[in-house]
């Protein structure tokens, strides 16, 4: 009997190491029976995905995947977090957005769990005679309050401030942010005419009598909205953050002054890992910016769940989205992080949307405990490779910019514009191809469910740069369907053929009542197609089926009244099949041509 030495759980001591190699010769075994004969290096890199801005995430990452030491929290450059205690003391800010002067809902937030106000104020939001009463009975020296008024953001201040002094807050203990963006504003609306003067002169009321208080934010949620990449999100804020850095000094503030009056807001999506590298990614990035501006201190980052991942159809899976969204915030070391409501593209949230989506930061915080260690994902050779990778992208991004004469500049010129739309037009083949699918609506749609009905919101401010969402094209023939079950009382239809036993036609029969779903059209696998209500059909089975039964079945359907024949797999050669659906097709182009065909409009 051998005794094992004291050492702890060291289960794997009388295993020889595994090399890189060996696992890489396992990994080409695996490919080579699904068919792809590759070795080495190239059987790894065959199991790699490809993300945006040229970056490229590996199946397995080692020590040997080196990247810059990230440091200590607290500590140039910032990528572990721009405060050394991060979020260990009470967690991160949970601040909840409000667009309309509701009193009881604010209220109602901040007596459960919510610890600061977004408030959208102006004429696309409350007003700025409204926010006194929006914010009757909050303790103001408690609450910070974020203002987000657009053009309005003088007299917006000016109300806040003034309430401030009413209510006898101390300078010293009013927090939060006056909300100016004028590049921000410019980028949503297109109006190049925001003065900076009046922000100049509320960046330096803040840095002298409100210590607690930031007067500008820099948003970088227009261009994430405008279909941006996360490199180009980082980009993007880098350059207006130094275009308001020139901006304050050159109207007499010193660079720390200058430097302490940005907050950086950021959107966090469902892909965690990409979120949490692009925070970590953009502190270091500010950190560098700072120390060439000689200006201390780290990025505040206040982090928003995305719009653009928000879905209309099966909003309900939107409380998963932004969940991963909300933990990769945290993780990521945002200060603040607001939740948008589930029903967000909806209209506006109701008060069960509201509690689901502040009680999303408090389970995290409070009963998964992810504010208890700080920069968790820290050390992970993926994410500290990710976070390299990303902040370089991001920095030759915000270097085209200022080479094109800086942030301004590109939104008047329209060259942002233009990157913007050429990353939003690769993503939409993706997403029209469903290989970015979105669950509820590309992925497992569900053609009986009943949305909930939502009071319309503000309109949001437009003229500026494009506001995509990924379902948007999805969306679009949803709603050609049910414009069309309102009229006849019923949804296009397709007759789903199946050949042979279950076995055979099982997984294409579900991929085609999947994918036809998604735009709309009824499956109908029952009965006959005569029976069936329907036009179009399609076959399902396996290929060695299809080689025996497709082009018989083709022509009895096209007898049976079929103006269109479908067969879910590859193309190939079958009479009367004229289209075909698989994995990879653009089903955004072959559900629109059926509904066109179906004269559905």
């Known amino acids: 009997m051998t005794v094992l030495p004291d050492d702890g759980l060291s289960l794997a001591a009388e295993f020889p190491d595994a090399t890189h190699e060996q696992w890489q010769s396992l990994v080409a075994g695996v490919l080579r029976k699904s068919g792809r004969d590759v070795s080495g290096a190239a059987a790894e890199d065959a199991l790699s995905t490809s993300l945006e801005d ?4 590996r199946p397995l990452y080692t020590a040997d995947d080196s990247a810059p030491d990230p440091g200590l929290p607290g500590f140039a450059p910032f990528v572990r977090g721009a405060r050394a205690e991060g979020t260990t003391l009470g967690g991160w800010d949970v601040r909840q957005r409000h667009t309309t002067a509701d009193n009881t809902a604010v209220l109602g937030d901040l007596e459960n769990g919510v610890t600061s106000l977004w408030l959208v ?44 002094e009413e209510r006898g807050v101390a300078p010293e203990a009013a927090r939060g942010t006056l909300g100016a963006d004028p590049l921000g504003h410019a980028a949503r609306t297109g109006d190049e005419g925001f003065p900076f003067a009046p922000v100049a002169a509320l960046a330096r009321r803040c840095a002298e009598g409100y210590p607690g208080l930031r007067a500008l934010t820099v948003d970088a949620l227009p261009y994430h909205e405008a279909g941006g990449s996360a490199a180009q999100e980082l980009g993007a804020s880098l350059a207006t953050g130094v275009a308001y ?59 928003v769940t995305s719009p653009v ?27 603040s992080v607001t939740v948008l409501p589930f029903d967000h593209a909806l209209g506006l949230p109701d008060s069960f949307a509201r509690r689901i989506a502040r009680n999303t930061s408090t389970i995290l915080v409070e009963e998964s405990h992810l504010s208890r260690v700080i920069d968790p994902a ?23 910019i200022e ?38 609506v590309s992925e497992f749609p569900n053609l009986t469910e ?27 023939l949803r709603a050609r369907s049910d414009a069309h079950l309102a009229a006849t009382g019923s949804r296009p239809r397709i007759f789903l053929a199946a050949l042979g036993p279950a076995a055979a036609h099982t997984a294409r029969l579900s991929f085609a009542s999947n994918l036809f779903q998604a735009g709309g059209i ?34 009895e359907l096209k007898s049976a009244g079929a103006t269109q024949v479908f067969l879910a797999g590859r193309p190939g050669r079958y009479p009367g099949v004229d289209a075909y659906v698989f994995a990879g097709c653009d089903a955004v182009a072959v559900l629109s041509a059926t509904l066109d065909r179906m004269g559905v409009s």
């Open 309 to 335: 991942m928000m879905s209309r159809r099966d909003p309900w899976v939107n409380m998963l989205r932004t969940t991963v969204a909300t933990l990769a915030a945290g993780v990521g070391g945002a200060e």
């Open 245 to 303: 850095l020139r901006e304050l000094t050159e109207a007499g503030l010193s660079v720390e002054q200058a430097a302490g009056q940005l907050e950086f807001r950021y959107a966090a999506t469902a892909d965690q890992f990409l979120t949490i590298a692009k925070l970590r990614a953009a502190r270091r990035l500010w950190a560098r910016v700072a120390e060439v501006c000689g200006a201390p201190g780290g990025q505040v980052q206040h982090a």
């Open 522 to 555: 009824e499956p109908v696998t029952a009965g006959t197609f005569a029976d069936s209500g329907a036009t179009v059909a399609c076959l399902c089975s396996s290929d060695a089926l299809y080689e025996e039964q497709a082009a018989v079945v083709a022509g």
């Open 378 to 400: 820290g050390g992970s050779w993926y994410v500290e490779r990710l976070t390299d990778e990303l902040a370089h992208a991001g920095w030759e991004f915000f270097q085209r």
């Open 450 to 476: 009943r949305l909930p009905a939502r009071a319309p919101a503000p309109a949001e401010p437009s003229g500026g740069l494009p506001r995509v969402r990924r379902d948007e094209a999805y969306e679009e």
């Open 121 to 164: 104020a102006g004429e696309r939001g409350i007003p700025v005679a409204s926010l006194g009463a929006t914010l009757d009975g909050v303790y103001l020296d408690l609450a910070p309050v974020a203002l987000d008024a657009g053009s309005e953001v003088e007299p917006a201040a000016a109300e806040l401030l003034r309430l401030y």
């Open 54 to 57: 040229g970056l490229r995430v």
């Open 403 to 440: 080479q094109q004469g800086g942030q301004a500049a590109v939104l008047r010129s329209g060259a942002l514009r233009e990157d913007l739309a050429a990353t939003w037009a690769t993503r939409s083949a993706k997403l029209a191809e469903r290989r970015e699918p979105i669950t509820g």
